[in-house]
């Protein structure tokens, strides 16, 4: 077995014990995951915004990590709004339809979801190189600038991915049992 399907199986996945789920208990088991996953992300932003708040406000602005610190700082709290926007809407109420068909749409949209910024994540990580090879041209202006943009983006792309990968990959697997299941 792989280290990352190691990793994976290391976590708790709820699932069901009967044969036939019932669909409040794929809820359940659906929004803890999620809501799991959530409070990693929340956590991951505050510690962007209170490290790099910090950080930023004591390093001079023509430095790079000025710049890295401050795309940090802004990185984190789009995070903590992302993460608090799903964590309320976990707790907003129960669903309006518990049909299997219904959950499992809702399943494949959430995988979909995570699947696809993991493509986005890439896509960060590669302008960070971008950013930071620009940075490295004699005429550029404001190099410190790109190069604290650049690095930023492979720390904030570079979590994000191994996140988004992990949330594709922990969904799926219980999808797949829950189909077992029902089989």
């Not at 932003?45 to 910090?54: D, E, F, M, P, T």
């Not at 390093?59 to 000025?66: D, I, M, V």
Request: hydrophobic share 50%.
């Amino acid at each position: 077995m792989s280290p990352f399907a190691d990793f994976l199986n290391s976590f708790h996945i709820p699932i069901l014990p009967f044969a036939m789920p019932h669909p409040e208990f794929i809820v359940e088991a659906r929004d803890l995951l999620l809501s799991r996953g959530l409070s990693v992300l929340a956590a991951w932003a505050v510690l962007n915004v209170v490290v790099s708040g910090y950080r930023a406000a004591r390093t001079p602005r023509h430095l790079e990590s000025f710049h890295f610190h401050g795309m940090n700082l802004g990185w984190g709290l789009v995070n903590a709004g992302l993460a608090g926007w799903g964590l309320w809407q976990l707790h907003a109420g129960p669903p309006p339809s518990l049909h299997l068909s219904d959950l499992f749409r809702e399943q494949l949209l959430n995988e979909n979801l995570f699947l696809f910024n993991t493509g986005l994540d890439a896509a960060y990580i590669m302008t960070g190189f971008y950013l930071r090879a620009l940075a490295g041209q004699p005429a550029r202006s404001q190099p410190a600038r790109l190069a604290g943009f650049g690095r930023s983006l492979w720390v904030q792309g570079g979590f994000l991915l191994v996140f988004d990968a992990a949330m594709w990959a922990l969904l799926h697997k219980q999808g797949q049992q829950w189909l077992l299941l029902m089989h």
